[in-house]
């Protein structure tokens, strides 16, 4: 059936379809719509028409199960952090800000944000809890276990007037 089909398509059929691949597979390596259509010679948006043909393919005939396109994903996402790295340590404010964006959408494709227990303590009546008049023990002693676990994450109390 796919020999009568690629019989059937036109020379400009086929490379319209070379180019898609391309397409997909620059998008994988992590290439912007606009460094793909500069590379082949297209608009972006002749790109962004390819990319959702490509993936419309993949969706319908279900030859890539979920995990190989989360690991896609994950893959372009990793070169983009690689990618905005030494922004990042000379400390360019547009690549932090970039940085924290795709770590973010990684981080909720994995689904390391989810289930992350938030705590809020208050004092008597709602009011501010008087933590500075308090020694960690104190704090214990009175606020329960969600302290002391906080406190251990943060790392060992060091005392040195007992």
Same mark, same amino acid.
């Given at each position: 059936?796919? /020999?009568?089909?690629?019989? $059937?398509?036109?020379?400009?059929?086929?490379?319209? $379809?070379?180019?898609?691949?391309?397409?997909?597979?620059?998008?994988?390596?992590?290439?912007?719509?606009?460094?793909?259509?500069?590379?082949?010679? /297209?608009?972006?948006?002749? /790109?962004?028409?390819?990319?959702?043909?490509?993936?419309?393919?993949?969706?319908?005939?279900?030859?890539?199960?979920?995990? =190989?396109?989360?690991?896609?994903?994950?893959?372009?996402? =990793? /070169?983009?952090?690689?990618?905005?790295?030494?922004?990042?340590?000379?400390?360019?404010?547009?690549?932090? @800000?970039?940085?924290?964006?795709? =770590?973010?959408?990684?981080?909720?494709?994995?689904?390391?944000?989810?289930?992350?227990?938030?705590? @809020?303590?208050?004092?008597?009546?709602?009011?501010?809890?008087?933590?500075?008049?308090?020694?960690?023990?104190?704090?214990? @002693?009175?606020?329960?276990?969600?302290?002391?676990?906080?406190? $251990?994450?943060?790392?060992? @109390?060091?005392?040195?007037?007992?």
């Amino acid at each position: 059936m796919a /020999v009568d089909r690629d019989k $059937e398509l036109k020379l400009k059929d086929i490379a319209l $379809e070379e180019r898609r691949v391309q397409v997909a597979r620059m998008l994988t390596l992590g290439a912007t719509h606009r460094q793909i259509a500069k590379e082949l010679g /297209v608009s972006p948006g002749t /790109v962004a028409r390819d990319r959702k043909i490509a993936l419309r393919r993949l969706w319908d005939e279900s030859c890539v199960d979920t995990r =190989e396109l989360v690991t896609l994903s994950k893959q372009r996402l =990793e /070169v983009a952090i690689r990618a905005l790295m030494p922004g990042v340590q000379s400390g360019d404010i547009r690549d932090i @800000e970039a940085l924290v964006k795709v =770590e973010a959408r990684l981080a909720k494709m994995l689904g390391y944000d989810e289930g992350v227990l938030h705590i @809020e303590h208050t004092g008597p009546d709602g009011g501010p809890i008087a933590v500075a008049a308090m020694t960690a023990g104190q704090m214990i @002693e009175r606020y329960g276990t969600a302290i002391a676990e906080a406190l $251990e994450m943060d790392g060992p @109390e060091t005392n040195d007037t007992a």
